[in-house]
């Protein structure tokens, strides 16, 4: 039997996987997960966003693995570079790195046919105290989302634990973008949202693969598109900062796809 096939799809399109493809997962998940603990030194003052991506096109080649974005809808990079007020989306290029930049790196790999999706922050130069602050919000606020992933649960519960400890550090959760449901697709059922009430939307079952991204803004939680068509950007300017992790549901929790194996995924504020 077609191995794509196996599993059932709930009646909010949301696919149950197999015991079977954790493990594809966790393959995928690692691979992301060690390019973005090895990009670290390659993120300075005075570096190009440009340079980091072609880090991590070749460290995609050399495992082997194909990168998820390389022709996603018209994009072109291995990877998502978001500098600053840019919440998500952000198009490697040219400019340099400046001392105190706040930058998302959000990498998608295929391995075995499996999607391992992921993002975190890294720093250039010194760190100020407000942005140190947005960082370490926007990384718990992740955990306080995984935390939420059990059986029974559902994903209003997981929206509702990241938008009142966000709201309560007087910090804000975009609302224009979300996670997603994924495993052998890059993005599948559900939308994952970042905000929302306790028991709404859908149970969470074992066997669901998906992804949680908080993006939070340290001003306004609007957004707008710019021309390019990809660059998200804060409505009004503030600092956004955004972490994620790939994650599948098991009988009592969560397994994290996606864990750095350098124990590096929250940033250690090293300069360059
Ligand atoms: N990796 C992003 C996500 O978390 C999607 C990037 S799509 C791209 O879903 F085309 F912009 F790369
Ligand atoms: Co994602
Ligand atoms: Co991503």
Redesign the pocket.
């Known amino acids: 039997m077609d191995e794509r096939h196996t599993g059932r799809t709930t009646r909010d399109g949301i696919r149950i996987h197999e015991k079977a493809d954790f493990a594809g997962m966790h393959a995928a998940g690692k691979l992301a997960a060690e390019i973005l603990d090895d990009v670290s030194e390659h993120v300075f003052v005075g570096q190009t966003t440009a340079a980091i991506d072609r880090f991590i096109t070749d460290r995609v080649e050399a495992a082997g693995a194909t990168s998820a ?1 390389i022709g ?2 018209g ?1 072109q990079h291995a990877s ?1 570079i978001s500098v600053n007020h840019v919440v998500c ?1 952000g198009i490697p290029g040219d400019k340099r790195l400046k001392d105190g930049d706040i930058l998302n790196i ?1 990498v ?1 790999v295929i391995v075995d046919g499996w999607y391992g ?1 992921t ?1 975190r922050m890294y720093v250039a130069g010194n760190l100020s105290r407000k942005s140190e602050r947005l960082i370490q919000v926007t990384h718990d606020a992740l955990f306080r989302g995984i935390e939420a992933v059990k059986p029974g649960n559902t994903f209003g519960d997981i929206g509702h634990a990241i938008q009142t400890y966000v709201e309560a550090q007087r910090m804000s959760v975009v609302r224009d973008f979300c996670g ?1 449901g994924l495993g052998r697709v890059f ?1 599948a059922p559900p939308n994952v949202l970042h905000y929302g009430r306790p028991g709404t939307g859908p149970v969470l079952e074992e066997g669901m693969f998906f ?1 949680i ?1 908080p993006m939070v803004n340290l001003g306004r939680p609007e957004t707008k598109v710019l021309a390019d068509d ?1 660059t998200a950007v804060t409505r009004d300017k503030s600092l956004s900062a955004q972490f ?1 992790h790939s994650i599948g549901v098991t009988a009592d929790g969560c397994e994290i796809f996606t864990l750095s194996p350098a124990g590096t995924f929250h940033p250690t504020y090293t300069t360059g």
Request: overall charge negative.
């Open positions: 974005t996603y809808k994009y998502c989306h959000d998608t999706d993002s997603h993005h992804t991204e990809w994620e």
